[in-house]
């Protein structure tokens, strides 16, 4: 059996779903194909659960911070509450229902099932071939990647859907990756008392950030009871009496009563038909040009392009993309102002270039560092201040190119860096802007003056 429509969307996670919606508001004859859950990782497993069970562990540590501040106050942690908070309000008891029947509403054409291109517009779903008169749109995401260790098929270990919906955290928790998903599942599972080591094979947690922001983190975790191990490699999984054993290179064995894999995200690419329209299954991501163009009539957004596996990047890609389906004028994708904030306690926000990927484009940057205990907010909030700002400057055209904020609301600190290195403010104008007192954000401008004199080389 053969469909006739004018737009195709293989993925209805954030991206694709964002495409689908918009293109059948528009009058548009649009296909969803979706084999599990329309809205994809991020309101199911990812950005929305975890940040609900994040907000559940910060009340639990502002709770145990009244003895120093306001009097008495006694803490027993409860896992259950946050279950059924996630089963019955954030997820709908993971069931896609309600975002199903609003694309429907739209005139949308919903498919479950897994499609495959079959040749340029087409596209396979079972034994139905959907025909695109206009676009085929990929937004596909990822999964979690799985390191081949040898011995971890032969144990029970989790990813981040299992935390999010498990009714029960175990007594001990081995967290495989210190990058944000498990550094955030790793602080949330401690507050609630269980016993976590965080096992990171790089030199340093939150790698992709500031060195400052992952020396903070190390501390506050340590300070917290949780276990950090960098530069640990894991050689092999096997069962354990707890539960599972992670022996590392070196012979250090590690024993809990479960293993939380958190070593990134894979693209699965080689079961799409890739090949049918010119492009190669076999590379890490989909390339696209600035306008979400993977091929003629083939578009690609979201985790699958590779610019960021974050929902707020594939959105935007969506929005570019519609305009391109619709021959609209339409901005170009520019990632120059990329905004991404690590959940933690304390929070780090960054936005643009870190001073690591400026030296290594070559640029004469001054940097500015201020830390949050500084300022006066810092003071007056007390236990829970940590946290720092630092901002990256390109010191030949004055202006910021990037920045992180980390503290108690480092996420929320952040945008006012990204209006700044978005428009290309300049840094001087920034430094004479009146800024409200006392606040968080204030923290700014202390960093501002602290730029480095004079500008710093780049590295030949």
């Known amino acids: 059996m053969t469909e006739k429509l004018d737009v195709i969307v293989i993925g209805m996670g954030p991206g694709g779903e964002e495409v689908a919606e918009q293109l059948a508001a528009a009058g548009l004859a649009v296909a969803g194909v979706e084999h599990n859950l329309v809205g994809g990782e991020c309101p199911y497993w990812g950005c929305i659960p975890s940040k609900a069970i994040i907000r559940a562990a910060d009340a639990l540590a502002e709770a145990r911070r009244v003895p120093l501040l306001a009097g008495t106050a006694s803490v027993t942690p409860d896992w259950a509450p946050v279950a059924r908070r996630l089963r019955d309000v954030i ?40 025909e695109a008169s206009r676009a085929v749109v990929i937004g596909t ?24 919906e498990t009714e029960r955290l175990p007594a001990s928790l081995l967290v495989m990756g210190g990058g944000a998903v498990g550094l955030e599942l790793a602080q949330a599972a401690a507050r609630f008392g269980t016993r976590v080591t965080v096992v990171e094979a790089l030199d340093r947690i939150l790698a992709l950030e500031e060195p400052e922001a992952s020396k903070l983190i190390q501390t506050v975790f340590e300070r917290e009871g949780i276990e950090v191990l960098t530069g640990a490699r894991v050689e092999s999984a096997s069962k354990a009496e707890a539960g599972v054993r992670l022996t590392l290179v070196g012979g250090r064995e590690l024993e809990a009563e479960r293993v939380l894999v958190a070593t990134g995200r894979r693209a699965n690419l080689g079961d799409l038909g890739l090949e049918t329209v010119g492009l190669d299954p076999a590379q890490r991501f989909i390339p696209v040009d600035d306008h979400l163009r993977a091929a003629p009539g083939i578009w690609a957004v979201g985790d699958v392009t590779g610019k960021g596996a974050f929902t707020h990047v594939a959105v935007y890609q969506a929005r570019i993309a519609i305009a391109d389906i619709l021959r609209r004028a339409n901005p170009v994708a520019d990632y120059a102002a990329l905004p991404r904030v690590t959940f933690t306690d304390p929070e780090v926000g960054a936005v643009g270039l870190t001073e690591s990927q400026a030296r290594k484009q070559s640029i004469r940057i001054r940097t500015g560092f201020s830390p949050l205990s500084d300022s006066t ?33 480092g996420g929320e600190m952040l945008s006012m860096l990204s209006v700044a290195v978005a428009g290309k403010v300049p840094t001087e104008r920034l430094r004479h802007m009146i800024w409200a007192y006392p606040t968080f954000h204030r923290g700014i401008e202390g960093a501002l003056q602290a730029f480095a004199e004079p500008a710093t080389e780049p590295v030949s």
């Open 91 to 130: 997820t709908d008891n993971w069931n896609d229902r309600v975002a199903v029947e609003r694309f429907e509403r739209k005139g949308g054409h919903f498919y479950r099932g897994t499609g495959r291109l079959v040749g340029p517009g087409r596209v396979a779903v079972g034994h139905t071939v959907l």
């Open 141 to 164: 995401g990822t999964s979690a990647a799985i390191p081949p260790i040898p011995g971890l098929d032969q144990v029970e270990y989790w990813t981040n859907r299992e935390i999010i």
């Open 377 to 409: 907010r810092g003071f007056i909030h007390g236990p829970g201040n940590d946290g720092f700002i630092k901002l990256i400057e390109d010191a030949d055209s004055g202006v910021l190119i990037g920045g992180t904020t980390s503290g108690p609301s």
